[in-house]
């Protein structure tokens, strides 16, 4: 019985899937509102949804307007709220602007001191001198703790120019956690009960080697960073569900196949192509088709300067002659031609 | 510094500044006062933004300006002995306004004011009092009954219908030449009237009639926005209404002292449409009246010089070449010819306008609306024996499917129902003025007088279908509403095509009713027969129905050639080879190549087979 349904469900030969898909998306796009309303909650959960990230994951937009990332953990880390908050401590970014009150320099001798943020110090799980030994490691530069609990920083220099761009330099110097990774939380799962943590920010090239985390569930929104880390079928993974979820979010059902079709058109060479005329649109077999689409006079006039060829394998090609299109009723061709059969005949 | 700029309260007077004040609410108060005890122009309008720190002072032309009772210590200054003397006509309104009890604000004092919509709401803080509570609709809707009981949205959907509503625009219709005029036959003053209506007086203009309605489905066939109305109701004229055109030209004087003459064109002219199309006209080429009409046929003969010159030069003896540029009856249009005016322009040109005239008898298609912003279109015109009828024998006029209700919130509606009801067996009309009575103490009125005359109170009624004849289940809620008939009607609208002209550049199928045009088979409407693989349909529709083409195209070097019938042989004007073949192309596709091709880009077609 199950088989029967499986056949009878089956795409047949020249079913225009695409066309399918590309309604079965934009009729209850229609519906969706281009601003949504958030809900009071962590910082961290605020993505962007709705029409504009469809248009992101559509553009194939190289960075996400709110990156997000999860991050599964191991056996014991992902029962233990305390195992899993020194997980979220390695990842979490914290730069010297988050937790300095202001950052004096001295001209006159040379030294630059940041005034540190006891209470957010705290927080990260930060001592002064852990500070000022990140910094000096990183910079290469003379940094020590000072008995009231500050950094200060010997720039050896009395160029007034040198010590300011040092000092903004400091302003974002990266502390603790992983570059990119923004706030991350450890959350708990709703339904397993188990921790996990949630940052707002991704790079999980350099998450992966960090000890305790689940190395094949982590998850990122960034879908190009998937692709650079993990490869296109990550990437393509991501970009359905994403897409799914986006649609999801806003009370749209799609069948997820249609979906799928999207996302797999738009990684199928390999690399991730947007759709429109830098993508997939753009690079069409058909003169006419891309000339119809948008560019018009760009694609004719390359067509005419490279004797470009039109070989009407495509629909709205074949449209604009006025020919069968090669699509539904239009692939079947007779076998035998009568031409052939007259020419056996007369043998 | 910026501080002490921003606690001066400056005064602008029309926009411009003209000096500031220390303290803004004594100086504005103060500028109130004086214009309420007639000392400066009650035209003067202040208002002190608070957020900004400015005043704004108005006296210039162009403000729209409305009446409020001042209020003052919680106290409208309207006190009973003004209203009393007032309605014994001892004082006029610009008396109220000179003994400080009115006054004008505009929009920007109204910014200012807390205004009271009626004497019990006023609170310390009020500084205003509504004239009356229906202030707070505008006129438009004012005319509505109930509309205390609307919903908002269906306020603003009333005040665009009655825009559209035939009835009695002008008494002098008959020696008007409108575009477009339509005149309801038996147009009625509503039963539920309002006292906004009766100060217009439009009942003596009115635009609608007083449908009986019953809430019930009939087979369906007024589901969603559509209604099933009465053959008998429309036979006696319900919803008839009169429809004039007039079609009017002119005989223009061109450069070079030529001009157009009114007359029946000789046979001989340009264009000339046939015998038949000028067999109505007169003598001089004008159309009598009391003519009946129909599409094609010429009203005004008209004969224009020829568009462009040369073709008359050279020919010195012979006679002029004209062109046909006479009136013709628009496709789909027809009636009677009402009236023939001749007149001059400004430039002593002759100037000649008929009115033609239609009878519009309510069909399948037409639009109506009530006074609550529910509209309906008749779907379906039911014999009268075929109408469900009640007890006593009432046959509504009109049956609005009761979904139509609950939805919109148009409770005005059923109330205007019920009220209607009472006041046609009362026997005189009922006011429907916003807040003029309590909901429960209009229905206390209605429900007595509708129980003094033997009907069930609530309105309902025991129907009997007029097909089968037998009872309904349910009890219906049937009354009487005020309907206008709405100027969007099918004879006016429809259009249809098979074959018919093309464009000239495309060779594509025309758009639009005035010619003759087809519906247009668009991007989305070719996605979706790309998407259910109607390969040969689409074809149909891109191809065969639109802009066919045949071309012939050299197998040798994919130009265009062409056929020499003389040498009957096909010839390619490229290569000189005779070996082409005919394919069927669209004409845009055609007309792509050959405009790439002045381009001095050569495109070639390479066919297979």
Same mark, same amino acid.
């Given at each position: 019985m199950a088989k029967k349904i499986d056949i009878s469900t089956k795409v047949q030969q020249g079913e225009p899937v695409g066309v399918i898909a590309a309604q079965s998306i934009g009729e209850p796009g229609t519906q969706m509102i281009l601003k949504t309303f958030h809900f009071a909650g962590i910082a961290a959960t605020i993505t962007t949804s709705g029409l504009p990230r469809i248009v992101e994951l559509l553009d194939a937009k190289k960075i996400p307007t709110t990156p997000f990332s999860s991050i599964y953990l191991m056996d014991e880390a992902k029962k233990d709220f305390v195992k899993a908050d020194q997980i979220a401590k390695k990842i979490n970014e914290v730069r010297v602007n988050d937790i300095?009150?202001?950052?004096?320099?001295?001209?006159?001798?040379?030294?630059?001191?940041?005034?540190?943020?006891?209470?957010?110090?705290?927080?990260?799980?930060?001592?002064?001198?852990?500070?000022?030994?990140?910094?000096?490691?990183?910079? +290469?530069?003379?940094?020590?703790?000072?008995?009231?609990?500050?950094?200060?920083?010997?720039?050896?220099?009395?160029?007034?120019?040198?010590?300011?761009?040092?000092?903004?330099?400091?302003?974002?110097?990266?502390?603790? %956690?992983?570059?990119?990774?923004?706030?991350?939380?450890?959350?708990?799962?709703?339904?397993? %009960?188990?921790?996990?943590?949630?940052?707002?920010?991704?790079?999980?090239?350099?998450?992966?080697?960090?000890?305790?985390?689940?190395?094949?569930?982590?998850?990122?929104?960034?879908?190009?960073?998937?692709?650079?880390?993990?490869?296109? +079928?990550?990437?393509?993974?991501?970009?359905?569900?994403?897409?799914?979820?986006?649609f999801d979010g806003q009370g749209i059902n799609i069948n997820e196949r249609h979906v799928l079709l999207v996302a797999d058109a738009m990684t199928s060479r390999g690399h991730i192509e947007s759709i429109g005329r830098h993508g997939l649109v753009g690079s069409k077999e058909s003169v006419f088709a891309r000339a119809a689409f948008e560019e018009t006079v760009k694609h004719l006039i390359n067509a005419a300067a490279f004797g470009e060829t039109d070989f009407m394998r495509g629909v709205t090609e074949n449209i604009l002659v006025g020919k069968q299109i090669p699509l539904g009723t239009g692939v079947v061709k007779l076998a035998v031609k009568k031409q052939d059969v007259e020419k056996k005949s007369k043998k | 510094m910026a501080k002490k700029i921003s606690e001066k309260c400056y005064i602008h007077l029309n926009g411009r500044a003209i000096g500031h004040v220390a303290d803004p609410l004594a100086f504005v108060s103060e500028v109130r006062s004086a214009r309420r005890k007639g000392a400066i122009s009650g035209e003067v309008n202040i208002a002190y933004m608070s957020r900004l720190n400015v005043i704004h002072i108005n006296t210039d032309r162009g403000r729209v300006r409305k009446p409020y009772i001042i209020v003052e210590d919680?106290?409208?200054?309207?006190?009973?002995?003004?209203?009393?003397?007032?309605?014994?006509?001892?004082?006029?309104?610009?008396?109220?306004?000179? =003994?400080?009890?009115?006054?004008?604000?505009?929009?920007?004092?109204?910014?200012?004011? *807390?205004?009271?919509?009626?004497?019990?709401?006023?609170?310390?803080?009020?500084?205003?009092?509504?004239?009356?509570?229906?202030?707070?609709?505008?006129?438009?809707?004012?005319?509505?009954?109930?509309?205390?009981?609307?919903?908002?949205?269906?306020?603003?959907?009333?005040?665009?219908?009655?825009?559209?509503?035939?009835?009695?625009?002008?008494?002098?219709?008959?020696?008007?030449?409108?575009?477009?005029?339509?005149?309801?036959?038996?147009?009625?003053?509503?039963?539920?009237?309002?006292?906004?209506?009766?100060?217009?007086?439009?009942?003596?203009?009115?635009?609608?009639?007083?449908?009986?309605? =019953?809430?019930?489905?009939?087979?369906?066939?007024?589901?969603?926005?559509?209604v099933v109305v009465s053959k008998g109701a429309v036979d006696r004229g319900l919803g008839r209404s009169m429809f004039y055109k007039t079609y009017s030209d002119e005989e223009r004087r061109y450069p070079g002292g030529q001009k157009d003459v009114f007359k029946m064109p000789p046979a001989t002219t340009d264009g000339y449409l046939g015998e038949h199309a000028y067999a109505k006209l007169s003598d001089d080429?004008?159309?009598?009246?009391?003519?009946?009409?129909?599409?094609?046929?010429?009203?005004?003969?008209?004969?224009?010089?020829?568009?462009?010159?040369?073709?008359?030069?050279?020919?010195?003896? *012979?006679?002029?070449?004209?062109?046909?540029?006479?009136?013709?009856?628009?496709?789909?249009?027809?009636?009677?010819?009402?009236?023939?005016?001749?007149?001059?322009?400004?430039?002593?040109?002759?100037?000649?306008?008929?009115?033609?005239?239609?009878?519009?008898?309510?069909?399948?298609?037409?639009?109506?609306?009530?006074?609550?912003?529910?509209?309906?279109?008749?779907?379906?015109?039911?014999?009268?024996?075929?109408?469900?009828?009640?007890?006593?024998?009432?046959?509504?006029?009109l049956l609005l499917n009761p979904h139509g209700i609950p939805g919109r919130m148009t409770f005005g509606h059923l109330l205007e129902? *019920?009220?209607?009801? =009472?006041?046609? *067996?009362?026997?005189?009309?009922?006011?429907?003025?916003?807040?003029?009575?309590?909901?429960?103490?209009?229905?206390?009125?209605?429900?007595?007088?509708?129980?003094?005359?033997?009907?069930?109170?609530?309105?309902?009624?025991?129907?009997?279908?007029?097909?089968?004849?037998?009872?309904?289940? =349910?009890?219906?809620?049937?009354?009487?509403?005020?309907?206008?008939?709405?100027?969007?009607?099918?004879?006016?609208k429809m259009q249809v095509r098979s074959r018919g002209s093309v464009q000239i550049l495309t060779h594509q199928p025309t758009e639009g009713k005035a010619r003759q045009g087809g519906l247009r088979f668009g991007e989305m409407e070719r996605d979706v027969l790309v998407a259910y693989g109607a390969s040969l349909l689409l074809k149909e529709r891109m191809l065969d129905q639109s802009d066919k083409w045949p071309v012939l195209i050299c197998n040798d070097c994919g130009s265009f050639g062409y056929r020499d019938y003389a040498k009957k042989l096909n010839v390619c004007p490229l290569c000189g080879g005779s070996n082409l073949t005919e394919v069927e192309i669209s004409y845009a596709f055609k007309l792509l190549l050959d405009e790439i091709r002045s381009l001095h880009i050569r495109p070639r077609i390479g066919l297979n087979e």
């Open positions: 300095s009150r202001r950052i004096l320099e001295n001209f006159s001798n040379g030294k630059i001191r940041i005034v540190l943020d006891k209470q957010a110090l705290e927080a990260v799980d930060l001592t002064p001198s852990q500070v000022a030994a990140r910094i000096s490691k990183a910079y +290469e530069l003379d940094a020590a703790a000072t008995p009231e609990g500050n950094v200060e920083i010997s720039t050896h220099t009395k160029v007034l120019k040198d010590i300011r761009s040092i000092s903004v330099k400091l302003m974002h110097a990266l502390v603790s %956690g992983v570059a990119g990774a923004g706030k991350a939380v450890v959350t708990q799962s709703k339904t397993t %009960g188990e921790f996990y943590i949630e940052s707002a920010g991704s790079n999980i090239e350099l998450m992966l080697p960090i000890d305790g985390i689940d190395k094949a569930k982590i998850y990122t929104n960034d879908v190009f960073e998937m692709y650079k880390v993990l490869g296109i +079928e990550a990437a393509r993974n991501v970009l359905a569900k994403e897409l799914k979820e986006t | 919680g106290k409208s200054k309207l006190t009973k002995e003004l209203l009393d003397k007032l309605q014994k006509k001892e004082i006029e309104f610009n008396y109220l306004i000179r =003994a400080g009890a009115l006054e004008f604000l505009d929009a920007e004092e109204e910014e200012n004011a *807390l205004v009271a919509i009626s004497e019990s709401d006023i609170t310390p803080k009020t500084t205003h009092l509504e004239v009356d509570p229906t202030m707070i609709f505008g006129l438009t809707i004012n005319t509505a009954p109930y509309p205390e009981s609307n919903n908002l949205a269906r306020h603003l959907m009333f005040a665009s219908y009655i825009k559209q509503a035939q009835g009695l625009y002008a008494t002098n219709f008959n020696l008007r030449f409108d575009s477009r005029a339509y005149i309801l036959f038996y147009p009625q003053a509503p039963l539920i009237t309002t006292t906004a209506y009766e100060t217009l007086k439009f009942s003596n203009h009115a635009s609608g009639q007083n449908f009986v309605i =019953a809430l019930s489905t009939q087979y369906g066939y007024n589901k969603q926005d559509a080429g004008i159309i009598e009246p009391e003519l009946d009409v129909e599409e094609g046929d010429v009203l005004v003969g008209k004969v224009a010089p020829p568009r462009f010159l040369e073709e008359n030069l050279g020919a010195g003896g *012979l006679e002029e070449k004209t062109r046909d540029d006479s009136i013709v009856v628009k496709p789909g249009e027809k009636g009677v010819v009402d009236r023939v005016i001749f007149t001059e322009s400004p430039g002593a040109t002759k100037i000649v306008k008929v009115r033609v005239r239609g009878i519009r008898v309510p069909e399948v298609g037409d639009k109506f609306g009530s006074r609550h912003g529910q509209k309906g279109v008749i779907s379906q015109v039911v014999p009268n024996e075929d109408m469900p009828f009640t007890e006593s024998g009432i046959v509504p006029d129902t *019920l009220s209607a009801k =009472a006041a046609s *067996l009362k026997g005189s009309k009922i006011d429907g003025t916003a807040f003029a009575q309590t909901g429960k103490e209009r229905m206390d009125d209605y429900t007595k007088i509708l129980e003094a005359y033997g009907f069930d109170k609530h309105g309902e009624e025991q129907l009997y279908d007029g097909v089968t004849g037998r009872p309904f289940k =349910a009890k219906i809620f049937t009354g009487i509403v005020y309907y206008n008939r709405l100027y969007h009607m099918v004879s006016n």
